[in-house]
Each structure stands twice: as structure tokens, then as C-alpha cells.
């Protein structure tokens, strides 16, 4: 350890705990208190050789030796009180006195120790406070005045000393007061490096704490310009520091947020504080040039205070703090379509409740009416004929109510993913006019000419037959429930690439565009002017988009209201089982659809721009 870290530590121990933990206030105390102690200790050392050199003191060298127990004094003040100001304006009285005693003796305001009078204001400004240097300076004034006022009285004792020995005294006033000056000069110095330090260290601990801080700290007059902004800003918007002072960053404000923006920094520098959210604008990066990109930030925003001494003064501006929320907004855009998709799942429940009310009854009714004629045949006189019709229609019905029942199970399992596929190879031209024959009577009743147009080479497929079969009649049924009477309904299908292509196109009452995002949803039966005309639970096309998806393959639909529908499907002509779970089938977003289109022609379209369903 060196000599001077012993002295500063003993200097530590001796101070008040209120300067222990302020950096620069500790060496406030430190330059204090070690020119006095070490001044003390050198002035008693010295005694004794002065007393060896001049023989006897006189009375008034004892006191102004003695005198020099006042810097210790002074010291063990300040460290057991810690009033720093109060430990200066002590010791200016102590010099000024010490000073005035000394010159009293020796020649008034022409003794040697008069020039001391000049070092008590210096030794006063290292307090740092202007009262104490004011009352330093008073204080040196007045002592000044009292041995000039002294002198011309002649109340002080001449001096007895030779010409030669007062200017001896004279040129050891001066050379001390120059050396102790000297001294509080480079204490000044040492001062100012330390708060220059501290405040150089401080800035750097806050520009750190900005160009590290993930959210934006900015300062803005009341109009809302900008004169001071985080570094942070140039990550968060991807533009520059210097580009967003002023009207820089309310330029890239959304201009349907900038009313409330403007508010919040206007109620702000008035003593509010405000939190408001709004859009920025972040400028793209070159991989997303000619997009514009909005970012959802928080803006926290109060008056700023300026703190003067003692006294916090209140200024109209503003300092903000800017958070990047768009995380959270997604988040609650993504609760709120969630919120609304469960709302629909339920009306679509509620309505498929309401609709099965009226799908289940009616079979059932027409089950127990005729089984009840059937068991009172004696009574009623039933004749074979009405017997086998009315076992007929009980027949008829139960198979209504299993097609329903079926549907629904089917569904339950998609949704679930316990719906497996039993892939065999098939020949889907034959499945095609099996499932056409079988709905071509009732397409007769209800007048509807249904063509079917399926070429002879088809080739075999590897799939779900079962499937396959669905698809068709719940898509040609669908057909033909919604076409009018004298309408057509047609068939098709094709190979393309490796690919089956089926379609379904009808002439019937199309579908509105609002009801076209919701098709192929569980239960969804569009439209209110055709909703009731047909019956039906609302899993036809539902239940079609689930199987062509597990085939891993893909469905469109095309449709216009008034004029008819068009479905197409795509099934691999080879089923692969994929490794995950498939994605949902996906329903282009809908074009106009022509009357009637030969098979050459829809082989020619254009690919649809495909959505989620």
C-alpha cells in the first residue's frame, strides 16, 4: 500500500456517513479536511525547531501557534456533523481571526499577515456555494477595514521590528498566502476534474442505459416536435435518429391516430398524464420495398420537470416513453377472431340444432303414424297395397334418419381426426355413374336435366371408395336440391397431370358473396332466401371439404347469386397416407359462373387464387 491510499483511507474513515455514498461530495469532505490536518501536523512539527532557531516565543507566537489546533478542530466538526457549509464559514471566521490577532501585533494593515486576507474568499469558493464565498468575502472586507480603522486611530502597537526584518516578514506572508493559495488552487482543480469525471461517468451510464433500452425515450415540445429521441428509435422504426427530431416522427404517425396523439402530448404539458396507442410507420428494409408497414406502439406521456437547486419547476414539455406493442395487438386480434369463430361455431350449432329439430321430426313422425297404422291394420282394414306402402315410407324415413345420423358421425370424426381412410384401387368412372344413376330419378321429379360426361379411359385410382362416393353424391344432391325446376346440373370428369379433376356445375341459385367465406364450415346453410326451401343439416359441403382434404387433395368452388355454382375437385389418381395430419381443403375465392360450359372449356380455365375456407 502507498502512502497516499493509507492517508485516504484514513481520510474515509473520518467522514460523516451522509458523504460516504455521494461520490462527489466525499471529495468535497476529502479536500476539506486534508490541507487542514496535514497543515496542523506539519505546524506542530515544526514548532519545536522554531522554538530551537527564535528562543523564547513571545506571548502572541504562542497563540497563533495555538491557534493552529482550530484546522483540526474544524475537521472533527464537519466529520462528526457532516454540515459542509457550516465547516467553511468556521473556518473563515478562524482565519480571518487568526489573521487580524497576528496583523494587530505586527503593523496593522502593513503587516505581512494582511495578505492572508485575500486567501478567505478563495478558500471559501471550494465550498461551492455562494453564500458561504459572499460571507467569506464580507468577512476579509471588514477585517481589512477594522486594521485600516485601527491604525489611523493608532489603537495598534507600533512595531518594533527593523526595516530589513518587516520586509523579511513581508516576503514570508506573501510566499505563504501565494503557496497556500497555490494549494487551494490545484483543490479547486482537483474538484472540478472529479465532478467533471462523475457527470462525464453518470451521462454515460444514462446513454447506455438509452442506446440499450428496448423501449424509446423522447422529449417533445407541446406542438408535439421532437428534440430529443432515444437510439432506440432506429431499431423500433429503422430510420434514423436525426430524421425523426422535429415533426419527424408525427410525420410517420398513421393520419387516423395523429388527432389522439397530438391530445396526449397537449394534455400532457399541461400536467396530465396520458397513455395513448397509435400506428408508426417503420420504414422497410430492402426486401420489403414498395410495402408500407405500420407497427402498433404504447405512449406514455407526462410533464417534464426541471430541477433548479433546491427547486422543481414545471416547463410545457413533454417527455414520452414509447413501447412497441404490436405483439399484444396481434394477440388480441388474434382473441377477438378467436372470440368471433367460437361465437359462429355456436350460432352455426344452434342453428344446426334448430334445423335437425325439423330434420328428425318429420321422419319420425311419419315412422310412428304408419307403424301405428300398420299395428291397428284390423281396425283400419288395411289393404296389402297400403301396407307395403305405408312399410314403404317407414322404410324411406329410417333411411333418411340413418343418411342424417351417418352425416353426423362422419363429421364428429373428421373434426376428431379418428376418420381413416381404406385405400383400395378403384375404377372412378364407374363410382361417377353409379352415384349419378342413383340420383338421376330425382333429378326427373324434380325436373332438372342432369348430364354426366365422364370418358370411357378413365384410368384406375388408388383411394377411399367409400369416399369417393360421398364426395359425389352429397356434391351432385347439393346440385341438384339448389336448382330450380328446368335448370341443368352437369358432371365431368378428367385426368390432369396426376390428378383426377371432378366437377359439379348447376344452374340454380348460387351463392351471395357474404355466405361464400363461410362455405364448407360445420352446419353453415347459406342464405336466408333458400335456407328453409331445402332440407338438409349444413354438412353436405362440409363434410366433402373434410374428405377431399384427407385425400390430400383440393377443392374450389365458384358460384354467383342468380346465375349457379360451379365445384371442382382434385384428387391425387394415387392416395400416399401423408406422415402429419393434412391441412384443411381450401375454397378459392369465387368468380362469376357461365350457364352451361362444355368439358374442353373447363379443362381451359384459369387457376383460381386459393383461400382458406
Known amino acids: 500500500m502507498t502512502v497516499l491510499s493509507i492517508i485516504r483511507d484514513c481520510l474515509d474513515a473520518l467522514l460523516h456517513p451522509s458523504a460516504r455514498y455521494d461520490a462527489l461530495m466525499r471529495a468535497h469532505h476529502r479536500a476539506f479536511m486534508a490541507p487542514r490536518l496535514l497543515g496542523s501536523l506539519a505546524a506542530f512539527a515544526a514548532f519545536p525547531v522554531y522554538l530551537a532557531m527564535r528562543g523564547a516565543p513571545s506571548a502572541i507566537e504562542v497563540a497563533a501557534f495555538a491557534w493552529l489546533i482550530a484546522p483540526i478542530l474544524l475537521s472533527w466538526f464537519l466529520s462528526r456533523t457532516g454540515r459542509y457549509e457550516g465547516a467553511h464559514v468556521l473556518s473563515s471566521l478562524a482565519l480571518a481571526g487568526l489573521i487580524v490577532a497576528v496583523a494587530g501585533t505586527t503593523g496593522g494593515i502593513e503587516s505581512f499577515a494582511a495578505v492572508w486576507l485575500v486567501v478567505v474568499p478563495l478558500e471559501a469558493a471550494l465550498s461551492a456555494s455562494r453564500r458561504v464565498t459572499a460571507f467569506a468575502s464580507l468577512l476579509a472586507l471588514s477585517c481589512a477595514g477594522i486594521l485600516i480603522l485601527l491604525s489611523q486611530l493608532g489603537w495598534l502597537p507600533s512595531a518594533d521590528t527593523s526595516a530589513a526584518e518587516r520586509g523579511v516578514l513581508m516576503a514570508f506572508g506573501v510566499a505563504s498566502a501565494t503557496l497556500y493559495a ?96 397509435f400506428r408508426l410507420r417503420r420504414e422497410p428494409d430492402g426486401s420489403e420495398r414498395g410495402q408500407i408497414d405500420f407497427l402498433w406502439v404504447e405512449m406514455r406521456c407526462r410533464p417534464l420537470d426541471h430541477e433548479i437547486g433546491r427547486d422543481v419547476t414545471r416547463v410545457a414539455e413533454v417527455v414520452a416513453v414509447l413501447r412497441d406493442v404490436t405483439g399484444h395487438k396481434l394477440s388480441e386480434q388474434a382473441l377477438d377472431q378467436a372470440r368471433s369463430a367460437a361465437e359462429a361455431a355456436d350460432a352455426a350449432k344452434t342453428r344446426f340444432l334448430a334445423t335437425m329439430s325439423h330434420e328428425l321430426r318429420t321422419p319420425l313422425n311419419a315412422i310412428i303414424g304408419f307403424s301405428e297404422m300398420i299395428a291397428q291394420e284390423q281396425t283400419l282394414m288395411l289393404g296389402a297395397a297400403q301396407r307395403k306402402e305405408y312399410a314403404q315410407l317407414i322404410n324411406d324415413s329410417g333411411q333418411h334418419l340413418l343418411s342424417v345420423v351417418n352425416g353426423i358421425l362422419d363429421m364428429s370424426k373428421m373434426e376428431s381426426g379418428n376418420f381413416e381412410i381404406a385405400s383400395e384401387p378403384f375404377a372412378p368412372r364407374a363410382s361417377l355413374m353409379h352415384c349419378c344413376n342413383l340420383l338421376a330419378l330425382k333429378a326427373r321429379e324434380n325436373g332438372i336435366d342432369l348430364v354426366t360426361d365422364a370418358p370411357q379411359d378413365l384410368p384406375v385410382m388408388t383411394g377411399d371408395p367409400r369416399s369417393f362416393k360421398q364426395i359425389v353424391l352429397n356434391l351432385v344432391a347439393n346440385a341438384i336440391k339448389f336448382t330450380e325446376r328446368g335448370g341443368q346440373v352437369s358432371v365431368s370428369a378428367a385426368v390432369t397431370g396426376s390428378q383426377l379433376t371432378l366437377r359439379v356445375s348447376d344452374t340454380g341459385v348460387g351463392i351471395a358473396p357474404d355466405d361464400l367465406k363461410r362455405i364448407g364450415a360445420p352446419f353453415f346453410q347459406a342464405g336466408k332466401t333458400y335456407q328453409r326451401r331445402h332440407e338438409g343439416t349444413g354438412l353436405g359441403l362440409s363434410i366433402v371439404k373434410s374428405l377431399v382434404a384427407l385425400h390430400l387433395g383440393e377443392l374450389t368452388v365458384q358460384s354467383k347469386l342468380g346465375e349457379g355454382t360451379a365445384v371442382t375437385v382434385k384428387l391425387p389418381l394415387v392416395y400416399t397416407p401423408p406422415q402429419v395430419k393434412p391441412a384443411e381443403s381450401k375454397i378459392a375465392t369465387l368468380t362469376p359462373v357461365l350457364r352451361q360450359e362444355s368439358h374442353d372449356q373447363i379443362q381451359d380455365q384459369p387457376a383460381l387464387v386459393k383461400k382458406s375456407a
Open 182 to 277: 497555490a494549494g487551494l488552487a490545484f483543490g479547486a482543480e482537483s474538484l472540478a476534474r472529479t465532478s467533471v469525471a462523475l457527470l462525464s461517468r453518470e451521462e454515460e451510464r444514462y446513454r447506455l442505459l438509452a442506446r440499450n433500452m428496448s423501449d424509446v425515450v423522447s422529449r417533445h415540445q407541446r406542438n408535439g416536435a421532437v428534440q430529443f429521441i432515444s437510439p432506440a428509435a432506429e431499431a423500433m422504426l429503422g430510420i434514423s435518429v436525426a430524421r425523426l427530431l422535429g415533426h419527424g416522427l408525427f410525420d410517420r404517425v398513421h393520419v387516423a391516430d395523429r388527432p389522439a396523439y397530438l391530445t396526449a402530448l397537449s394534455d400532457a404539458a399541461r400536467g396530465d398524464v396520458r397513455s395513448v396507442e
